[in-house]
Structure formats: C-alpha cells, structure tokens
C-alpha cells in the first residue's frame, strides 16, 4: 500500500463547476498537508498549506484536512479552464531540522472544460 | 523576490555518464531539497541541505549525491548514468524552519 493515494484522473468539468480533489493517506505520524497545481513541462506551485485538521480557504481555494480518517480534500469553486493542471497531495511529518521530505501523492490530472 | 532557479533546464547525456545539476534557492531561504519526478514514481524525495549539511536522504543509491555551498546554492551529481534516471528533477527551497516548500522549474534529464 503507498503511503499517499490518489486518484490520476482525468478529472473532466464543465467551466464554473466546483471541483473536488481528495487523497488518502496510511501514515498518521504526517502532520503537514499541502497541496500544489504543476501545469505541463513546470515546477509545482503551492496553493495551500495546512496542519490542522478542518478547513482553510483562500479565495476559491479551500483545503479540508481529517486527520481522524487520513483523508485531505482540496476544493475549487467557480473553475476556470486555466485551473487545467495537475494536482498533488504532499505531506511531512516532521519539522526544521531532521525532518523528511515531502511525500507527495501521484497527482490528479484535472481538465476544466469551456 | 526571485523564486527558484535551476540550471540547466534540459540535458541530454549518454549510459555510464555523470551529470550535475545546480539550484539557488530564494533569497534568504537556507534550505534546499531535490526530488525526482518520473511518469511512474511521481515525486519522490532524494535529499535536503540546510545550512551546508545533508539532513535528510530519500531511498535513492548512492549514485545520488549532493552538496550545499555557503550561499546556499547546491548542486546534486548523478554518477554512472542509467536509462531510468531519465526524469525531471525538481529543487525546493524553504527558510528551514518552515514546511512550505517552494520548487523551481526543474531540470528535465534525459539519458540515452
């Protein structure tokens, strides 16, 4: 079993629909939730950040963490087809010095339709 | 600010070759990291530097290495090339004592 899980997609929604993006995850010593977009060919750009359980939001962004069932959501309101991207799960246990690196799920291929 | 830079953006090198890839990180930011991105493993993590020192290091060989200078720009070196190191590599940096992490726009590294 890999330690994150999460569904590859394709995702396929129609313009101005709310998306929902989720991984699942076995190591409940992770404590750091992130989620990043990586568009075709670049780097991953961090959309949210979180290590509480519950929700967060940031303008149409809103990330939900249940540490109780190891299970993050990212949700998209109002997408746009520029939402069109990839996007991955990533989480850490530890902290500053020592710590590991992220573990990221294997991303979740998402077309916004116009 | 300038975000993350990494150099050289595409490489194309031979079986058996080394190959050394470079990173400077934000401005002000003291830790690096590197990762592998390949269509099957997806992210995975090789290792982090903070402050010239190795502090973490993924399950990689040994053939993976890499090193952190006192400005904080690091470099990682792949010796004796193998087809399936062909991948993008990504670099991150953070302040150290954060956990978010901020990548560059990676190396693609192709090996023939």
């Known amino acids: 079993q890999k330690e994150v899980e999460q569904d590859p997609g394709p995702l396929s929604v129609p313009e101005g629909a709310i998306v929902s993006l989720n991984c699942t995850y076995s190591?409940?010593?992770?404590?750091?939730f992130m989620w990043y977009r990586q568009y075709s060919r670049k780097g991953p750009e961090l959309l949210m950040y979180?290590?509480?359980?519950g929700n967060k939001e940031d303008g149409r962004f809103t990330a939900q963490v249940d540490k109780s069932s190891k299970y993050i959501s990212l949700f998209i309101r109002d997408s746009q087809p520029s939402d069109s991207a990839t996007y991955l799960c990533?989480?850490?246990?530890?902290?500053?010095?020592?710590?590991?690196?992220?573990?990221f799920g294997k991303g979740t291929h998402l077309i916004i339709q116009p | 600010k300038a975000g993350v830079t990494q150099t050289p953006r595409y490489l194309i090198k031979t079986r058996g070759q080394q190959v050394t890839l470079s990173c400077s990180p934000i401005s002000g930011h003291r830790s690096v990291s590197w990762y592998q991105q390949t269509p099957g493993q997806g992210l995975q993590f090789l290792f982090e530097y903070f402050s010239e020192t190795q502090r973490n290091k993924g399950n990689f060989p040994g053939r993976f290495s890499g090193r952190q200078f006192s400005n904080s720009r690091s470099e990682m070196n792949v010796s004796t090339l193998e087809l399936g190191d062909s991948a993008l590599y990504l670099c991150?940096?953070?302040?150290?004592?954060?956990?978010?992490?901020?990548f560059g726009p990676g190396t693609r590294l192709l090996v023939l």
């Open positions: 990533a989480m850490k246990t530890g902290s500053g010095g020592g710590a590991d690196g992220l573990t």
């Open positions: 991150a940096s953070t302040t150290g004592g954060s956990e978010t992490q901020y």
């Open positions: 979180t290590y509480s359980s």
């Open positions: 190591n409940s010593a992770f404590q750091y």
